[in-house]
């Protein structure tokens, strides 16, 4: 800012005492403002007082409880196809339904278990990027990624009976009982009608008080959402009536570095045996389903 120049002594006396009032009030606020950073950096926790790297990376941006970690244990691995792009994983039948990505390699595919053959499989057009599955009632119910396409499959024969339009990219899909359930990579999850497709409900996910993103794969267990955080080692599980994430699993170090086949292979799906409370996790490229169980 600049100032108009004095002419007078008399302007220029009052002009001094002027600011020296002014320098003093400066002063003393600037040593009030300091006084007050020092206590609240005081009453701050320090980055090696947060006990997760997570909640270091989310800090809170408003009262929330913090999400808690909690402890699993590898139960068993089964066999899987190293060269499937796994990006939605459902447990049905005594096996598994997979949805694989990449344009010109994405498919359906029906797994044996627990040997992981591919027992069924149908090829999308190269154009689509196959994304989530789900799993309603006879109807398998596949995304694809920015074609906002979505595919409605017979079970049994895998025939394409429906296709329907969504509004947002689809990233993963499960089915809470009610209603599908979609992510689109945002800190968003999207509720549909599993008959229309249209929308009902938009649901804010949050972690430490702060948005998630990156939300990919979804399964509904136990009355959570469990997603996949995308190019982490991160399983989440949501409340669904607040979107506020309670607990996740750090899966870091479940796959063998030597049976990690570049940066794409992340951990990436999740299936719910329901029947006999058997959760199963895998990857983009992963040689390996894992059987893990959750410690209480």
């Not at 006396?13 to 003093?24: E, H």
Request: aromatic residues 10%.
């Amino acid at each position: 800012m600049t100032r108009k120049s004095m002419t007078s002594q008399h302007r220029k006396t009052g002009s001094l005492a002027k600011r020296t009032s002014i320098l003093i009030g400066i002063t003393t606020t600037v040593l009030v403002a300091v006084a007050t950073i020092l206590l609240v950096s005081r009453s701050r926790p320090s980055q090696q007082d947060r006990s997760d790297k997570t909640q270091d990376a989310a800090g809170p941006a408003f009262s929330e409880a913090a999400a808690r970690q909690a402890s699993y244990e590898v139960v068993n691995s089964y066999p899987h196809d190293p060269t499937s792009f796994t990006q939605g994983l459902v447990w049905k039948d005594g096996g598994f339904y997979e949805s694989t990505g990449l344009y010109g390699q994405s498919k359906v595919r029906r797994l044996e278990f627990p040997s992981g053959k591919v027992t069924r499989e149908l090829k999308l057009s190269p154009e689509l990027f196959g994304e989530g599955l789900a799993l309603v009632d006879g109807r398998l119910i596949q995304l694809t990624w920015k074609s906002r396409r979505g595919f409605v499959y017979d079970r049994d024969s895998f025939s394409v009976v429906q296709e329907f339009r969504y509004d947002t990219e689809g990233w993963g899909l499960t089915y809470d009982d009610n209603n599908l359930v979609l992510s689109d990579g945002s800190s968003d999850l999207f509720y549909l009608d599993p008959q229309t497709f249209k929308p009902v409900r938009r649901l804010a996910v949050t972690m430490n008080g702060r948005a998630l993103t990156e939300l990919n794969e979804l399964e509904f267990i136990e009355g959570e959402i469990w997603a996949n955080v995308w190019q982490t080692d991160l399983i989440v599980r949501i409340e669904p009536a607040s979107g506020r994430v309670t607990s996740f699993l750090n899966l870091k170090g479940i796959l063998a570095p030597s049976d990690r086949t570049g940066s794409d292979a992340v951990l990436n799906g999740i299936a719910y045996d329901a029947e006999k409370k058997r959760i199963f996790v895998t990857g983009k490229l992963w040689p390996r389903i894992f059987e893990i169980k959750v410690k209480p």
